[in-house]
């Protein structure tokens, strides 16, 4: 299978579109049904062997546990109980609409009842309409949405590489609904004192000092899938630091700067795999020198972390 198939934008905006949608009418209902994580960590998806998954999910309170489960294989979605009950709806020729009322239709009949704030999109345009109302996007090509799925486990795959060489505190590599985007975070230890007219989802998501890693697949204020990387909040001349491959720069956003890698870029390398992850420990490296991180103390190489296993393996014995 191909490493990184080519996924251009304007190719499958309109199912992304759908899709984003649907993700978000899932993602609302995770966010409502399970106990809160730091940093939102509660919130994401994460990739299975056929889709995205919301990992199972119930509030204790004695109403039935349960999973959804976005299936790119058979292209569709899977609302399934802990009893071993499954309710099973169909991703194509659906309207977010019709999506949106059978997925509530399935979760009553298993007896899930998940109170819902704000039940509409988050950060999109039509951000004012509730899914219920959104019959605008009905696009869904099952060869699109299941080249989404494969570039966002082969990211997966990326990333979960590169976590292995971090001892420090780490997120896990997981999928965001709101912003359609796969990362990973690393953690300084250090707290960030936000201002207080910082919205609550942002005083939550940076309230240490972080290094993020990620891949996103394009929007209006960036229409290419690209590789992505930021320091928060951004030292004083980390664009002077230099970026690993050549085609890696420095994109100012929103008053900050993102370290980027656009994902055709990458495609055309030798070793694809490699050139991206020396791109984010490029971008890494930038970030915590003009932090001032503790990159020695917190090296983890190969995913060790106890230095006789460190020792034997410099030396070329078994381990």
Known sequence: ????????????????????????????????????????????????????????????DGRPVFTIDFDFVAHQLDVSALDGRQMSIPLADQSVASFHDQVMRALAALGVQVDIDLDHPFDLPDAARPFAEDTEHAAYDPAQANRYWRVLSQVASVLEEFAAGYAGKVSP??????????AHTRFSGRRVEQPEQVDPVTREAYSWEVISFGFWFGDDTFPEPAFYSYTAPEPAGLTEEPLRPAAAHWLPLRGSHLA????????????????????????????????GWETEALECPGGVTDPQLRVQRSDGAPG
């Not at 990458?266 to 970030?287: H, I, K, M, Q, W």
Request: net charge positive.
């Open 1 to 60: 299978m191909e490493l990184f198939p080519s996924i251009p934008l304007a190719e499958w905006r309109g199912t992304k579109e759908t899709l984003h949608r649907f993700a978000q009418t899932v993602g609302k209902i995770r966010l409502a049904a399970s106990p809160r994580r730091n940093h939102w960590w509660n919130v994401p998806f994460h990739l299975t062997g056929r889709g995205i998954t919301t990992r199972p999910m119930g509030q204790g």
């Open 173 to 182: 590599v997981h999928h965001f609904w709101h912003t359609f985007d796969i």
């Open 260 to 291: 980027v890698l656009p994902y055709d870029a990458v495609r055309t390398e030798a070793d694809p795999r490699a050139a991206v992850l020396a791109f984010y420990d490029s971008a890494y490296r930038a970030g915590a020198r003009r932090a």
